[in-house]
């Protein structure tokens, strides 16, 4: 499966089964995309692969850790390192041709949503961050009925 950045000059390719989805409705991510909230998942590093473009990244990085990398030229948000064994991907990027069964089954930092904001209440739904993120990946990367 592949992905682009708007202007395509970062491209990647994500290798075999598409994780499970999550939104994060935390205030960094909503700037960071603009939105009510953002749509991502994580796989491992040995499932993703970049194609081109990664000189043209850019990285801001607030003091707690948050960390926001986009395309320079676009201003999109790119796929970025979670801890060393695992990639952050912002899956808006992910081409819809490549299309597979997984969809959004998890959504974090509903405390700090938009009041605007009506998140489905059906999901596996956190306060806030995970507290064991292993454990939240590894529901991730669960098969899906
Ligand atoms: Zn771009
Ligand atoms: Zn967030």
Known sequence: MEGRCNCGAV???????LPAMYQCHCTLCRRQGGAGSNAATIVELEAFSWKQGQEAINTWTKASGFNAHFCSNCGSPVPN?????YMWIPVGLLEESDRGDTRIVAQLWLDAKAHWDQPPESLRNYPAMPEDLEEFIHFLHQPQD
């Open 11 to 17: 491209r990647f390719i994500i290798h075999g089964q």
């Open 81 to 85: 390192p979670l801890g060393d064994r």
